[in-house]
């Protein structure tokens, strides 16, 4: 590595390819930005597919669409303009942070008296009755940002999942089925968003079923270095006491759970298959977790934040975790598992 990470230079490393995995959390997703925006700066990291689901689903599908059309660069500036978009798109945004949070530099929507309206009313009326016309401001930034047809014909696998209403199972669209109402089915929060129909089905939020789904990625890609971006925190010190700490962490819990049941899946799987045959596909499998510390101080009233400042503070934070992650683990790519494999079944046996 270079002077930055204390071994040969990273430039000079053959290339690896690799493979993402994005989880949602609405406005939090900027923090995925910034992830992959430093991990796309690295000319030896080559993309082959990405999972996503919610906020990772729009980072992926604008992250495949700009590297189809321009590579790792054309990746950065889709991402920016992306972001930026949505920024511009929330300007007249009701949910606003109050004068006093702001002063007090706190990102929280919790004072906010049209973030606790809503939240109350959403307990008492569907979206079907408060957004009959079923609007959607994610429908327009979609349709600006990214060249469908060109994502459906990339040679990048797409991977993004949504939760069938009916089924209660995990639909994962791959890129023949990419158009925007996959996006916003991925995103689609059922108490915010009537349901999204795609093919005479009804969808809601994948991350009840797969935040993000990462058997495919083992399966039908030949890479065998997965960087997982994470969202939501898996553990929060302290026990939440007040009713906008319990249902923050309800949804941290509940938003987790299948990510993390499939990575002790995957463990297993890994243990147990062979070298060769059926199955080795497991054992070569190596997962590498870009973590997230700043999410511990952020609730769930922020994830509807969507300030150009909130964002980009996002964003840095990201590359920050993203540089720490290079420094750390940039020889484990392409060589070995930085995840803990062994630990992770331990912890849950």
Not at 317 to 338: P, Q, Y
Request: proline residues 6%; contains cysteine; negative net charge.
């Amino acid at each position: 590595m270079s002077s930055e990470t204390g071994g040969t230079d990273r430039q000079e490393r053959q290339p690896v390819l690799i493979d993402f995995a994005l989880q949602g959390g609405g406005s939090h997703g900027a923090f995925t930005w910034g992830v992959l925006d430093r991990l796309l700066e690295e000319p030896w990291l080559k993309l082959e597919g990405v999972s996503g689901t919610s906020a990772g689903a729009m980072n992926a599908a604008v992250l495949v669409d700009g590297y189809t059309a321009g590579g790792a660069e054309g990746a950065r500036k889709a991402l920016d303009s992306y972001w930026r978009h949505v920024a511009e798109a929330a300007t007249f945004s009701p949910f606003k942070r109050t004068p006093l949070d702001r002063m007090l530099g706190r990102w929280s929507l919790d004072n906010s008296p049209m973030f606790l309206f809503s939240d109350m009313m959403t307990r008492m009326f569907s979206p079907y009755q408060l957004n009959p016309a079923n609007n959607n401001a994610l429908a327009p930034i979609l349709d600006e940002e990214i060249d469908f047809d060109r994502l459906r014909s990339s040679p990048i696998k797409i991977f993004i999942t949504a939760t069938n209403v009916r089924t209660g199972r995990p639909r994962v669209f791959r890129n023949a089925d990419m158009k925007p109402e996959v996006l916003m089915a991925s995103a689609c929060l059922p108490t915010l968003f009537q349901a999204v129909e795609i093919d005479g089905e009804s969808y809601w939020d994948g991350g009840y079923s797969g935040n993000p789904t990462l058997a495919p990625l083992v399966n039908e890609l030949v890479s065998d270095d997965t960087i997982l971006i994470p969202i939501n925190p898996i553990e929060r010190p302290g026990t939440p006491t007040t009713p906008q700490e319990i249902f923050n962490r309800l949804n941290e819990v509940s938003f987790n759970a299948v990510t993390i049941k499939e990575l002790h899946m995957m463990a297993l799987l890994r243990q147990n298959a062979p070298d060769h045959g059926e199955g080795a596909e497991w054992a070569r499998m190596r997962v590498h977790v870009v973590r997230n510390p700043v999410m511990t101080k952020l609730g769930y009233s922020s994830k509807l934040n969507a300030e150009l400042d909130f964002l980009t503070m996002l964003r840095d934070e990201g590359r920050k975790s993203a540089e720490v992650f290079l420094t750390e683990h940039a020889d484990d790519i392409g060589r070995r598992s930085s995840l803990d494999i062994d630990q992770l079944i331990a912890e849950m046996t």
